[in-house]
C-alpha cells in the first residue's frame, strides 16, 4: 500500500476527483485466464451507486464502468485492467460558496494545510466518490475468487447499526440485505429504521452507523507473519475508507470484557472437518485464516455535510460559520456495504496469491 | 508493508523466535546524524520486558539490545541499524507437552496448517516476545521525531480498560502511568484493578484490556490519500500487534452511535491558533493529520494461555484437552502500552518522512 | 517496481494495449502546487510519436494526451495525475495472419506460455507503445525537476550509434539533436546515417542503437545504498524499455578494459567548486551522485518484425514460416531517445524524493 | 528494492558496515520445508571470502554464517532467517590515515555529501565486505530453486575478460571454473591471465572484469511486465554490485550491430521440444523467460584503492593527494563471481514466486 495503491500481489491504483472529468481504476497483477465481463462489475456498481433512494444522496450518476484494458475475447490477460467512470451529474455551482471555507468533519482543513491548493469541488479528491473505483476492483477480485475457490467463496456485507439503532444479528438473513434500502439483515427492524432515518433527515442532522462483512469460504493459510496479517491488512483496508473511524475483527474491541476461558475458541474434530466451537477470532488467528467464517466490522461517522450551522475558519484563518448545501446522504455508512465487501474481496484475493506464491 | 518489514520510508524488519538464539529488528532509512545511544532504546525495553511485577509473566529477561551496524560515534548514520536481543531465560521444557496439540486462541494450528512445519517452542515466531523488536524500532523513531519536531512532540500510552473495569479517562495524568504496574492513567482506581486482577490470576483464567495512545506535538499534514491514509496505517500497526483485535481512532466505534451534529469537531481562530472545539476524529481529517492530539486505541484480548483445560485437536486431527503451563501473563494487555507507543512513533516518523519528500 | 508500476516516492502505473481502445498512465506522489498543462505533457509525447519521418513507423497516431485528474487551475494537486492516450490508427487486420504464429525475437511466444492467453494484435501489451505512457510521466518529473533544481537541470538524450555506425561523441551538441530525424548529436555523419538506414530499410531488414542519456545539473547525494543505488535503479529503468538489452553507466562495458589508474576519476577543488578530473564514473559513486554530469547508454536490438522470412512455430508447436507486414520502424532505437530521457526524468526525481525525506 | 532491502517476494535485507562488530542478512518470504543446514550457505560464503590466493586481498576472514531464526529442526519454517558474519579481522588503523580524504573512484566523497556524516573505516557501508551477506541469501535461494525445479536447475558465473585480457567463451567448462584463482572457464588462457595480473599487482595499479552469469533449467514465464521484466530485475541486481558500472542481456550492448536478421532467435520444433537456434536474447522475451539458458554478463571496474598517488580533496576542501595502502584486491571483479551467481539466484526465485501467484 503506498498513496493511491493498494495491495501486493493484487494491487490497484484509484485516481480522479468528485467533479473532475471521470474516475477509474487500474487493477494490476489479476490472474489470467479469467472470464470477465463489464457487466460482472456493473452489479456491483450498482449497489453503490447513490440516488436509488429517498435515503441516499440524490447525485444521479449511473457509473457505468468501461474496461480499457486488459481484458481480450472475454478474458483476462494478465496485463492492466484500467476502468473508467465517468462524472456525469458533477455540480460544481454547488461548492463555490464553500470553496474559501473549511467544512467540520471533511478533509478540507487537512488538504489545504498539507497540499496548499485543493480541488474544493465536491471534496475533490477527499470525497467518498473515489470510492466507485474500489467497488469496481473488488468485483474484479470477487470474480478471481469464485474461479479459485469455487462456490462455497462468499462475501458479503450489511449495516448492523444505524445511529442509535442496533438489528438483532442473530436474524441475519444474506437475502434479506438486498430488499431493503438500508443493507440490513434483520427484517425485524427495518420499519423502526426507516423512520428513525427520515427523523434524522428532517432534523438536518445525521447519523453514523456499523457495518459488519462475512467471508466464508476461506481457505487455511491466507495471511503472513508478521507485517502482513490478515487482520492488520483488513483492519488497514477498511480503516481506508472515508468516515470509517474504528475496526473490529471477531470480538473486537469488546474482547477486552472477555475472560481468557470465554474468549478462546474450542476446537473440535468431527469426522474430516475441524470445527471451533465459537468465532470470537473471527475466523484469523496469528494473522492467519483458520478456515471458519472471516467476520470484521466497522464504524462510519456520520455525515459531516449537515444543513445546520457549524462553526468553522476559512482560508484566511477568520471564524466563521457554514451549513452544507449539496445534495448528501444522511447516512453515508449505507453506501459502504458494497465498499467493505470489495475491500474485504481484495485483500483475500491478495493474500490469496501470496500464500499461493510462499506455501503452495 | 510486507511480510515482517514495516514502513515505506521508515522501515523496520523483524525476525526471530521466542525459544531460539535471539531475536532482532533492523531499521531501514534512518535520517543521518541523529544523536542514539544504546540507552536510549534500553529505556523503552525496559519498560516492556516481562518479569517485573506479579502482573507479568516471570521469564526473566533482560532484554537488553545491542547495536550492531549503522550508528557511528553515538549517531545514526543513515545506513541500517540492525540490534539483536539474546533470549536468555528460554524455557523449551515447558513446551514439549504442547508440541503436538494447539492451544486455543493462539495461532499454532494456523500456523502449522499453512507451513507444515512450526517452531513449537514458546509460539516460536507467533510469540509476543517478537514484540520487543518493536520496541526497539520505536525508540529510534522517537529520537529521530524529538530531533525533527523538538519538545512538543510526544507519545504516551496507557491502559483505560482492564478486563471488565474501566477508570475515568478524565483523570488520565501521564506522570501517574509510570507508578503502577498497570501503566493505568488514572489514580483512583489502581486499588480496584489490583485485587481485580489477582482474583484473575488466581481463577486460573486472564481477562483482556484496552489501550489509548495518544500523540501530540504533531504537525499538520502527515498522511496521503489514499490508502496510505495516517489511520489506515495506525491502524495496521495497532492490528499487527499480538491478540489486539480492535482499533479505534477517535471516537473509533462509538462515533457510529453520534449525530452529525455532535461528532463533526468545530474549527476556532484564536489569534495565531487554530483550535478544534473537540476531538472525535482523533486528530485525522480524511487520513491526514489536523495538528490536534492523535489519539488511537485497541482492544487486546485476554491472554490465551491459561491453567483451565480447554477442548483442542492434536496434530493427527484427534479430539484432545490441553491446559497450559509455563509462565504467562494474566493481562497480555498490560505490557502492551510501550508497544503501542511504539507502532505509533514508527507511522508517525514514516509518514513525517513521506510529508517531507512529497509537500515540502 | 512492481508489475506495472515504476518508483518509490514519484511512481507510475501504466496500463493498455496496442490495439485496445487507448493506453495510459496514473502517476501518483507528484508534488502539489507545480505548474503542469497539457502542453507541457504533448511536447515531449510529438517527439516520440511514430510517423514522423520516412525513417519510422509510418502509423499515424497524434498520441493527444488528456489529464483527467490530479490537477486543478493549471496547478498539480498532489492526488493521482491520470493521463489518457486514445489509440487511433490501430489497423488490427494486419495482425490477424499471425495471431496463431510466434514472431521471432518478440515476446509472442513468452506471454502465450506465461498467460495462456495474449492480445496479439500488434503486440498488446508486449508494444512499444506502452512507452507513450512513459513519456508522459517523464514529461511530469522534467516539470517537477525543472521547479526544485532550477534552470541549470537538463536530462537529454542522443543516438550515438546506429547499426554498424557510430558518430563522434566528442561532437555532440545538444541543438543538433532535434535537428535530424536520427536524433544524432553529431552532424558531421547524419548523411552517412541516412544513407545507411535507407539500405537497410529496403533490404527488408533492420539494425540497432546505442542511446546516450546525459543529466545535468544534478544535486549530490541522490541514490541510497544498497538496492535502491541510483545506478541500479537507471539500470532497471532503461532495460525495462522494449528491446534493449544492455545498459552502461559512464565507462560502462569499457570499464573492465581500464585501470586503476586510468578508470578512477580524480578530484580537484577550485575556489567554491568539486571538479573531477574525468567522468568514467558517469556521475555515480558508490550508487549515489557525485554532482558531475550522469552519463547512461543503453543498446537497442534491432526490429524484429522485419520483411525477410524467418522460422518459428505456431500455437500447436508446428514448425512454420513468418514475415511481418505491418508498419514497423526500420531502427526502433531511434524512437527510444524520449523514451530514454523520460526513464532518467523519473528516476531522478523518485530519488529527488526520497533524498529530501531521509537527509534534508 | 527499497534502501537495503532487495526482491519482491523473496526478500532480504543486509546490514552491516566492514570494520563494524559484524554484518548480517534477514531474509523473509522463504517458502517453508525446505531443508537448510548452515553448511549449505558456508560452501558459497568461502568461495567468495577474501585470502584465498595471492589475486585476492589478504584480509583473513573466516566468513562464518551463523543461521540465529527462521530455521527449526533443520527445515526453513517460512519466517525470517536471520545471518550473522562476525568480521574478525578488521584492521581499522589502516584507515586513519584516510580518514579525512575521500578516495577517488570510491563513494567516500559522495557518503560524506549525502549524509554528513560516514564511518571511514575501511569504507564502512560502502565496503564490498556487505556482499557477502548477499552471498548469504543467494545460497539459501539456490537450495529452494533446486527443491522446486529439481537437478536441472543450474546457476554458474565465470570471470570471461580479465583487464585486457580476453578468453574464448567457447571453451566454456563449468568444472575448470573452480580449478583456478579467476573462476576463468577456459583453461587456455590461465597461465597469461595469472602473468598479466601478477604484472598489474606489481605495477601498484590494478584492473577491472567481465563475469557472465548462465543459468539453465529455468521454466518458461518467469519475468513481468512491465517494470518487473525479469531483465529489468536481473539489471538493478547486478548493478547493485559494487563496482559493476555496465550490465548485459545476452547479446548486450553487441546486440546494437547486429540486423534484425541476424538479432532475433529463430524457433523449431523437434518432438516434443521447442529448440531456439541462437540466443542473442538471453533466454529473456519480452521480460519473460522462455526457457533457453538465461546470460547476463557484467563489467567491474578496477579497484580503486592502488598503491600510487592520486590527486583529491579532503573534508575541509583542500588539494591534497592519497596512495591507499591496505588489503586490497588486485581485481575486485574476481570475487564477484559468486556474488552475481547469488544475485541472479535471487532474481530467480523472487520471479519463480511471482510467477507461481500470479499465473500458475
Not at 16 to 44: F, M, R, T, W, Y
Not at 209 to 232: T, V
Request: charged share 25%.
Amino acid at each position: 500500500m503506498s498513496f493511491n495503491t493498494f495491495g501486493k500481489m493484487f494491487r490497484f491504483t484509484t485516481w480522479g476527483e468528485s467533479h473532475g472529468p471521470a474516475i477509474g481504476c487500474v487493477v494490476d497483477g489479476c490472474p489470467p485466464n479469467i472470464a470477465l465481463s463489464q457487466k460482472d462489475i456493473q452489479i456491483d456498481m450498482n449497489r453503490r451507486r447513490p440516488g436509488k433512494s429517498k435515503f441516499t444522496s440524490q447525485r444521479k450518476e449511473s457509473d457505468k464502468v468501461e474496461i480499457l484494458s486488459g481484458v481480450f475475447q472475454g478474458k483476462t490477460t494478465g496485463t492492466p485492467i484500467s476502468m473508467i467512470i465517468y462524472n456525469t451529474d458533477a455540480r460544481s455551482r454547488d461548492y463555490e460558496s464553500i470553496k474559501d471555507k473549511f467544512r467540520p468533519g471533511h478533509a478540507d482543513y487537512t488538504y489545504f494545510k498539507k497540499y496548499g491548493i485543493r480541488d474544493y469541488r465536491g471534496g475533490g479528491r477527499q470525497s467518498a466518490r473515489e470510492t466507485a473505483s474500489r467497488v469496481a476492483a473488488g468485483a474484479i477480485a470477487k470474480k478471481v475468487l469464485q474461479n479459485k475457490i469455487g462456490k462455497k467463496f462468499k462475501v458479503i456485507g450489511a449495516v448492523i447499526q444505524l445511529g442509535l439503532l442496533g438489528c438483532n444479528v442473530k436474524n441475519w438473513k444474506d437475502k434479506e440485505i438486498q430488499k431493503n434500502p438500508f443493507f440490513c439483515p434483520d427484517k425485524s427492524v427495518i420499519k423502526l429504521w426507516e423512520k428513525y432515518l427520515l427523523g434524522v433527515r428532517k432534523s438536518g442532522s445525521s447519523c453514523g452507523a456499523m457495518i459488519e462483512i462475512r467471508a466464508s469460504g476461506i481457505p487455511i493459510g491466507l495471511g503472513a507473519p508478521i507485517y502482513s496479517k490478515l487482520d492488520a491488512d483488513i483492519a488497514a483496508a477498511l480503516m481506508s475508507i472515508n468516515a470509517v473511524k474504528g475496526v473490529n475483527i471477531g470480538s473486537g474491541m469488546y474482547s477486552a470484557l472477555l475472560s481468557g476461558l470465554e474468549n478462546s475458541d474450542e476446537i473440535r474434530r468431527k469426522g474430516k472437518k475441524t470445527l471451533f466451537q465459537s468465532n470470537n477470532a473471527g475466523g484469523i488467528l496469528g494473522g492467519i485464516s483458520s478456515g471458519q467464517d472471516i467476520i470484521a466490522s466497522f464504524a462510519v461517522k456520520p455525515t459531516s455535510s449537515i444543513l445546520l450551522n457549524r462553526k468553522t475558519i476559512n482560508k484566511k484563518g477568520k471564524n466563521t460559520e457554514i451549513s452544507v448545501k449539496g445534495r448528501h446522504d444522511p447516512c453515508v455508512g449505507i453506501r459502504a456495504v458494497p465498499i467493505g465487501e470489495a475491500m474485504m474481496n481484495c485483500v483475500l484475493l491478495d493474500h490469496y496469491l501470496m500464500n499461493k506464491a510462499q506455501c503452495k
